[in-house]
């Protein structure tokens, strides 16, 4: 596992090996900002470990902007989490997976990435972005027997999204739930939970003189 708030990966990896029995998780402390990083910390992970099979790419940001407001750090902030972090960990797994004809890759986007909404632009952007690098990676390698995953979230309880006050919202761990049944049943895009492939449809069919004016 990896995550960059140390004390709290901790506690997570504690929890399961403790739950299990056995050392079945281990503790790697990393920002995905640090898109240079990738490369060398999972040729790291793999001679500690071993083979790795996986790869679940979790992380991003989203920070509060106002309505007038245009930040370049917050921008820049979004794009090398959401879309380059995934970027430098996909490329590092797909290059690994792809030699040995197996793996599965899954990458949590959004929601956020089917529309260019007024009150968080970059994010819109970073995890459309995102969204895209995904679609292309499956193209690629499914050919190779490399599984691509891409999961859309709606509204989930997290740190990230707290006094957001989102209605309908459901929590971590029954999304995660939902993302580990979506992979298994080896599928390529997944909104969760699943109503919100209709809600979005919806959304993407509002033009957009009149989206403009909506706050969604």
Not at 58 to 72: C, H, N, Q, S, T
Not at 76 to 91: E, F, H, K, S
Not at 123 to 132: L, V
Request: charged share 25%.
């Amino acid at each position: 596992m990896l995550a960059r708030r140390e004390g709290e990966l901790q506690a997570q990896v504690t929890l399961i090996n403790e739950t299990l029995g056995r050392e079945a998780a281990f503790s790697y402390v990393h920002d995905v900002a640090d898109v240079d990083a990738a490369e060398g910390l999972f040729a790291k992970i793999e001679a500690d470990i071993g083979q790795a099979d996986e790869l679940h790419f979790v992380a991003g940001v989203m920070p509060e902007i106002g309505p007038d407001e245009f930040d370049l750090e917050k921008d820049r902030l979004q794009v090398n989490v959401n879309m380059l972090g995934c970027i430098a960990w996909g490329n590092a797994a797909a290059r690994r997976f792809q030699a040995r004809k197996a793996g599965s890759i899954v990458g949590v986007s959004s929601i956020a990435q089917d529309r260019g909404r007024i009150g968080r632009p970059v994010y819109n952007a970073s995890k459309a972005g995102m969204d895209t690098y995904l679609e292309a990676l499956r193209n690629r390698l499914w050919r190779h027997g490399v599984r691509v995953t891409t999961i859309r979230p709606g509204f989930v309880e997290t740190p990230m999204t707290a006094g957001l006050q989102l209605k309908g919202a459901i929590s971590a761990d029954k999304a995660a739930e939902l993302i580990l049944k979506a992979q298994r049943q080896q599928k390529a895009i997944v909104y969760v939970p699943g109503k919100w492939r209709l809600i979005m449809f919806v959304i993407r069919s509002i033009p957009s003189f009149v989206f403009r004016k909506l706050s969604l």
